[in-house]
């Protein structure tokens, strides 16, 4: 059986789209050669705070549409997008770990796990595949598993660290996204407002994440109340290549991410889905090829450890859902 991954979504966001991706050390380099929440908002009173810094760029990004492009641009639009993202870099920064449900997909099968952080990282139990439980030596196999990890956690604690990794990578893009995109309201979708975006021709993206985040156009889902992410559906509108191809490149791709509210304030990536055609991948924990579905959040605490993790996730009475 397969590590598990972590999303997060934005997940992906993000990266996808605002926007989600994964790319190998040798492509982490200067691409510029080549190419030649409520709190959140409170904060925008405060002075020159992130939130005041993100508007901003928001509406210099309008100024230079509407000036170079002549084309009709809503600034509201834009202005929302950096509020949205004030807020998600915001409940980024708190420490939570929580646990859930989990429905993936593993080459041709389609597992069922509880999941959940610890300080040492992600530990999950498999609890049926393809909708069926596991029999007993399934069951075996997986306690077993479990079982190594509890003497010797290092798979656990690299995995960690790659996603922390990607976690920061991650921030950096979000924090790009107000100037990298040329947004548009597109109408309401149930209570949720829609915003179209497509890449902002005036920037210039200073990575190799960033030109595949650029290179990304679709639609996002707004809660207007809360000013958070709800969904991002994105799309590669153009073949993106890394040292003239000889490094890597991405032919096409589709990003789908979906985020639900867990508690007040809180958001959680409940949803990816994830096609990338090419010789690379933009984060480490995130696949070209990648469904997750996750569900039943509840918040555990922030200084779990393995050992409690693995006593939680044996004692907890979950059932997997019925194949159909």
Known sequence: MEKTNKLFFFSVFAAGSLL???ASPALSGNAAEESDGQSGFHEAHRGASPVTELLAGAARTASVANRDRGRSYSATAGE???????????DREKQRKWICMVEKRAGK????????????????????????ALNRDQRQQDD??????????RTLLQLKQAQDEDELKLEKLMSLM???FVYDFDGVEENLLRVKFHPNPDYRPPT?????????????????????????????????????GLLGRIDSGTVELGRVEVGPQQWKTAFINIHFSGRMAIFK??????????????????????????D???SRVLSPPQTP
């Not at 996002?220 to 809360?226: F, K, M, V």
């Open 208 to 244: 190799y994440e960033a030109r595949v985040i650029h290179s990304l156009a679709g639609t996002i889902l707004i809660d207007p109340e809360e000013k958070r992410l709800a969904k991002v559906e994105g799309y590669l509108i153009n073949r993106v290549d890394f040292g003239y």
């Open 80 to 90: 929302l997008v950096g509020a949205v993202v004030a807020n998600e870099l915001t």
């Open 285 to 310: 924990t995130i696949n070209k090829e990648h469904y997750e579905r996750r569900s039943d959040f509840r918040a555990v605490a922030s200084d779990l450890s393995l050992s409690d993790a693995k």
């Open 312 to 314: 939680l996730l044996i």
């Open 178 to 180: 107000p100037e990298a």
């Open 144 to 153: 077993a598993r479990i079982g190594r990890l509890m003497k010797d956690p």
């Open 109 to 132: 099968q389609t597992l069922t796990e509880v999941q959940i952080e610890t300080e040492e990282g992600p530990l999950y139990r498999v609890l049926a595949i393809d909708g069926a």
């Open 20 to 22: 989600l991706g994964k």
